[in-house]
């Protein structure tokens, strides 16, 4: 009798295992307004590299920047359950202004069967390493004038007496979204928005969206090593593994080559030379058809 429920016992173990194995080897949803959220996939990418990922850009309604709280929460909840329905076993959401409305509720509908893991702005560490006592948060107005944002502000900058400058232009992310992140256009306007950063004392930058990152380059050639520039990418790609890599079952490494299968709400041929350009590699786009109702079936290659 005892053997026998050893062995049952050793049988339902083994199919446990067998189900967790299957369960992580499931893809992580990405999930973007645009093309920003490629700069934190990268950063998965690299933290993560045997993974399969699903990233879904939604550029059909980018940018999200100015828009109602209640759209922004509204399109970024159909979007996860795109992904949810494709067979992710989590979702990183790659966007400021979706995070800073939606992490809450998201969180609440699906619980912990279905992970979600969000971006903060990188101000906690501008706050520890900025020597003049200001820093700036380059962001849109909708992680501006969100709560996430403000609680780490009283949290970190309000007692540390550091000053948080917000500041923010429209045209940005379209550029970005064209191809156009170096552009003439791009450098006029960051001089517009950082000169006066860079003149009120600020040495910290927190590129507060997702899209930012791709801005560097033009950043550096024209304000060079003024300001100490910080997002928010490498953390969340940390935090994505704790959360959702295999050894959190406890199942050791499944091995795996990685990879990633694209998707847009818009165009995909339009926008299939722009993600191949920031992300330095040909990519094959698919056309994702995202609303509610939602059905598995909506997927397209």
């Known amino acids: 009798m005892a ?19 299957k369960d992580v080897q499931r893809p ?11 700069s934190v996939l990268r950063e998965l990418r690299r933290e993560l590299p045997g993974e399969t990922f699903i990233y879904l850009a939604d550029t059909a309604h980018v940018p999200y920047g100015e828009r109602r709280d209640e759209e922004v929460r509204a399109l970024t909840a159909n979007a996860v359950d795109w992904l949810h329905w494709s067979g992710c076993r989590g979702a990183v959401i790659a966007c400021n202004t979706a995070s800073a409305f ?24 501008a706050v520890a390493a900025t020597r003049t006592g200001v820093v700036a948060v380059f962001a849109t107005p909708v992680t501006l004038r969100g709560a996430l944002l403000e609680r780490v502000i009283q949290e970190f900058a309000v007692p540390a007496g550091v000053t948080v400058l917000k500041v923010f232009h429209p045209e940005l992310v379209p550029l970005i979204e064209a191809g156009d992140a170096d552009s003439p ?24 969206c997702t899209h930012y990152p791709f801005l560097v380059s ?3 050639a024209e304000f060079g090593d003024t300001f100490a520039l910080l997002d928010s990418g490498a953390a969340v790609a940390r935090r994505t593994h704790q959360m959702l890599a295999p050894a959190v079952l406890m ?5 795996g080559s990685g990879g990633v299968s694209y998707f847009v709400t818009g165009d995909p041929v339009r926008a299939a030379p722009v993600m191949a350009a920031l992300l330095g590699e040909v990519v094959e786009v698919g056309q994702a058809t995202v609303q509610t109702p939602l059905r598995p079936a909506q997927v397209t290659r």
Not at 185 to 208: H, K, W
Not at 251 to 255: C, E, F, K, M
Request: avoid cysteine; proline fraction near 6%; charged fraction near 15%.
């Open 3 to 21: 053997t026998a429920q050893r062995g049952i016992a050793q049988r339902g173990t083994a199919q446990r295992g067998t189900a967790q194995q």
């Open 28 to 38: 992580i949803g990405v999930f973007d307004s645009g093309m920003g959220g490629l």
């Open 102 to 125: 939606s992490l809450d509720f998201l969180r609440q509908r699906y619980g912990q069967g279905f992970p979600i893991i969000g971006l903060v702005p990188a101000l906690k560490p």
């Open 185 to 208: 256009r791009s450098r006029a306007l960051l001089r517009e928005v950082l000169g006066p950063v860079a003149q009120a004392g600020a040495d910290q930058l927190v590129l507060g």
């Open 218 to 220: 033009a950043i550096r």
């Open 251 to 255: 199942i050791g490494p499944v091995s």
